[in-house]
């Protein structure tokens, strides 16, 4: 069965400090890996993919198949990236996401 | 242009009560999801819709029932509430983009508290 972890319920780091948000998963097949963020009072969005190695709101994630990561990254925090993220895994069959259990970040003044 | 739509947005049932969480999206996607989000636990998978007329179970379907009425709307049923189903509710629809890449739209949830 697939599976994604996110260990860290929490991380708290000063503005301007860079910042890991930790995703690893377990999967069978060739993954396919996403991350959303919700804001305080608003909806879960997509935040990027891996499939498009693109960077949003300065953020990267880069897939290590090896360590069957895929962790989301910033070198400098802003305190509007406080939010809740998901890392997510695609189900192919189902075509639905498996969530992980979230990381709450939180960027302090 | 709203996306994806929930009503209510908030409920509190007694314990055995029904009720009928909706969801409606105008983006004319194809696919529709019901996850339900707990402390600790991310959001799960309780059924999904492929297409119009088609439904399947997802990871936690047991205490519910749905309806792809039409393409727009994909509804959520509890026949008799429990305690264990107070959660938040969130409906998705997907757009699915050329290159296997694909996005999946949010609404904003509904919370609901079973007593």
Known sequence: ????TQPEKLLSVFKGAPVELKCNYSYSGSPELFWYVQYSRQRLQLLLRHISRESIKGFTADLNKGETSFHLKKPF???EDSAMY???LLDTGRRALTFGSGTRLQVQP | NAGVTQTPKFQVLKTGQSMTLQCAQDMNHNS???YRQDPGMGLR???YSASEGTTDKGEVPNGYNVSRLNKREFSLRLESAAPSQTSVYFCASKRALAGGQETQYF???TRLLVL
Do not use: F
């Open chain 2, 107 to 109: 609404g904003p949830g």
């Open chain 1, 77 to 79: 925090a802003q305190e």
């Open chain 2, 32 to 34: 529709m999801y019901w």
């Open chain 2, 45 to 47: 998978l309780i059924y």
């Open chain 1, 1 to 4: 069965a697939q599976r994604v």
């Open chain 1, 86 to 88: 998901y890392c997510a």
